[in-house]
């Protein structure tokens, strides 16, 4: 039972273009959403966060926006950069405190030069 | 700062034999998780430790993996005997945890240690 899914398993974008990861939810009573990079051969990075009383949280270069009625939330990276060429984790917490997160299956993202 | 140190690296062990995986934390760090990443997927929670105290342990195998924290500091996670489905990347992560007060709980989380069983 998925409960955060990245339909997306791979994405090539042009350095200086827009890059868009896509993620999509089940669970209603997810009330915080993270995304998280990861290079080879390390762990997972916070990279940004919104909560559940937000549409658009901004970082910089990167901007996560959130959709509650359609359960879907995206992260735009603009300009990409071939530093971005990663794995990204879209990931959810429910609203029980425990601050668990419940991951996609992730993204990978290719920044070509 | 230091962050989570996780050995070994990488361990290669046939089917049937045990291993074990040690985790040190953040200094200061309140919560540990322990998340299991089967190639191809996101990280799955196993085992959620606030202290020595453990929050959640609902998705681990009981019959094969256990996990311990002593002192509420570094931490061990055990599977006996190892299985082929556990060829898996294990992570460890911490974060403040119910003591930082905020509303969000960054997760640091450690390179992780490749499992290999054949």
């Known amino acids: 039972d998925q409960q955060v899914k990245q339909n997306s398993p791979s994405l090539s974008v042009q350095e200086g273009r827009i890059s868009i990861l896509n993620c999509d939810y089940t669970?209603?009573?997810?009330?915080?959403f993270l995304w998280y990079k990861k290079y080879p051969a390390e762990g997972p990075t916070f990279l940004i966060s919104i909560s559940s009383i937000k549409d658009k949280n901004e970082d910089g270069r990167f901007t996560v926006f959130l959709n509650k009625s359609a359960k879907h939330l995206s992260l735009h990276i603009v300009p990409s950069q071939p530093g971005d060429s990663a794995v990204y984790f879209c990931?959810?917490?429910?609203?029980?405190?425990?601050?668990?997160?419940?991951f996609g299956s992730g993204t990978r993202l290719l920044v070509r030069p | 700062e230091a962050g989570v140190a996780q050995s070994p690296r990488y361990k290669i062990i046939e089917k049937r034999q045990s291993v074990a995986f040690w985790c040190n934390p953040i200094?200061?760090?309140?919560?540990l998780y322990w998340y299991q990443q089967i190639l191809g997927q996101g990280p799955k929670l196993l085992i959620q430790f606030q202290n020595n105290g453990v929050v959640d342990d609902s998705q681990l195998p009981k019959d094969r993996f256990s996990a311990e924290r002593l002192k509420g500091v570094d931490s061990t996670l055990k599977i006996q005997p190892a299985k082929l489905e556990d060829s898996a990347v294990y992570l460890c992560?911490?974060?403040?945890?119910?003591?930082?007060?905020?509303?969000?709980?960054?997760?640091?989380f450690g390179p992780g240690t490749r499992l290999t069983v054949l």
């Open positions: 992560a911490s974060s403040l945890g119910f003591a930082s007060g905020y509303y969000t709980d960054t997760q640091y």
């Open positions: 669970n209603s009573m997810f009330d915080y």
């Open positions: 200094s200061g760090h309140a919560t």
């Open positions: 990931a959810a917490s429910p609203e029980d405190s425990s601050y668990k997160l419940i």
